[in-house]
């Protein structure tokens, strides 16, 4: 698909917030945390979690992704359910984009806004029932979002809805690249028994999710991702999770598969100019300056943010989120360093890497807007250097 807090497993308050994870110090674990050390992984913190990096190096992660398939234990981020008869209208007054246009079984991604705007989250929905949605939201926001829900649906004129925060109960993996459709399909076989209801684990589109019965629990598996590659996610009860990443890896070795740590996730989402909270998007950046007003509706009535969105659509807005790439020799461009044009400072960095597709160092900044059109020259400050880059069209990297 991305929160920061200390206890133990044993402090529960299911609906409240809290995750049941266990802790490293300070470091939550997903359940995935003892296979990761088995296969040698590189653990390092994210979001408050305790996450492999890498397993073998980077770079080799990253092509097999774009070559073959690549897993992902993506169980530290958040999950919430939507129930009830008001649930779509609860949700269309809460997020941007209009869940009236999704089916059972179908997907798409959105944002969650203060009044002001400013993102409080960009997240995934999908409609696992006439009444009832599944949130995939990110780890480093999850019991904000929650909170931020359920303060909502306290305000919600006529009730009919409710929250409930599934994050400590359920985990997910992701298999993403070419070669996830030769082995997917023994891993979940036959039709699916909900959500979209397709013959097999193959026919569903992308942002399509069905649920497969699997040891006695129901697994969730929607043709989604991160990484620009064909794959899917899964999502299952956090107990069952181990017997499905098993599952997969001994299914996918023959095809290629490996597994894969935030390292590679990194750069393949740079690659593609997938944003990522905390980076392209926080509470201060609105969809529009992100670029992301695509999934902003406006024909859908009244939502949280609506005033401040339309009037930037209308007037425009003073930065712009935008991907660039390196033109010449130089190391990677990073987060936090400083964009300039013509002997001005005029941007910083906020995503940016060495992308191992292109061979050249890539990322996204926030520029003013007259600087932001494909093809214009800007310089990148690494190292108390400038070396030139140019805005580009996302995706960056194209089959």
């Not at 979002?145 to 400590?168: C, I, K, N, P, T």
């Not at 529009?288 to 659509?313: C, H, I, N, P």
């Amino acid at each position: 698909m991305k929160a920061s807090q200390n206890g133990v497993a044993a402090e529960v308050l299911p609906g409240q917030g809290r995750r049941v994870m266990e802790s490293t110090g300070t470091l939550r674990k997903t359940p995935l945390h003892g296979a990761h050390q088995r296969l040698g992984a590189r653990l390092i913190e994210f979001g408050g979690w305790d996450m492999p990096v890498q397993y073998t190096s980077i770079v080799d992660e990253h092509h097999a992704v774009r070559r073959a398939a690549g897993i992902f234990d993506i169980s530290h981020m958040g999950e919430a359910w939507v129930r009830g008869p008001r649930a779509e209208a609860f949700l269309n007054a809460t997020l941007t984009n209009d869940v009236r246009k999704l089916c059972v079984g179908q997907a798409q991604y959105t944002l969650m806004c203060r009044d002001d705007g400013g993102v409080v989250d960009d997240l995934y929905v999908y409609r696992t029932g006439a009444e009832e949605y599944l949130l995939v939201i990110n780890a480093s926001r999850a019991d904000v979002d929650v909170d931020w829900m359920q303060r909502r649906l306290a305000g919600f004129a006529g009730g009919g809805a409710e929250v409930e925060d599934a994050s400590g109960v359920m985990a997910a993996v992701a298999v993403q690249g070419p070669a996830v459709v030769a082995f997917i399909g023994s891993v979940f076989p036959g039709p699916s028994t909900g959500g979209a209801r397709v013959g097999s684990v193959l026919d569903l589109k992308k942002n399509e999710l069905g649920c497969w019965a699997l040891d006695g629990v129901d697994a969730w598996v929607a043709r989604t991702g991160y990484t620009g590659e064909d794959g899917f996610e899964v999502v299952v009860p956090s107990g069952a999770v181990e017997a499905v990443w098993q599952r997969l890896l001994d299914a996918g070795r023959p095809h290629g598969l490996v597994p894969a740590g935030l390292g590679a996730r990194d750069t393949l989402r740079t690659e593609m100019g997938y944003p990522l909270y905390g980076h392209e998007l926080d509470e201060a950046t609105t969809p529009m300056e992100a670029g992301l007003g695509y999934f902003v509706s406006w024909d859908k009535g009244e939502f949280a943010g609506r005033t401040v969105l339309a009037r930037q659509k209308s007037e425009g807005v003073g930065k712009k989120c935008v991907a660039f790439r390196m033109t010449g020799r130089s190391a990677p461009p990073r987060p936090g360093y400083a964009m300039w044009s013509g002997g001005e400072k005029v941007g910083v960095v906020v995503s940016g890497t060495q992308s191992p597709s292109l061979g050249a160092g890539i990322g996204m900044a926030y520029v003013p807007p007259a600087l932001s059109a494909p093809g214009t020259v800007l310089e990148v400050e690494i190292r108390g250097t400038r070396h030139a880059a140019e805005v580009a069209r996302k995706p960056l990297y194209k089959k």
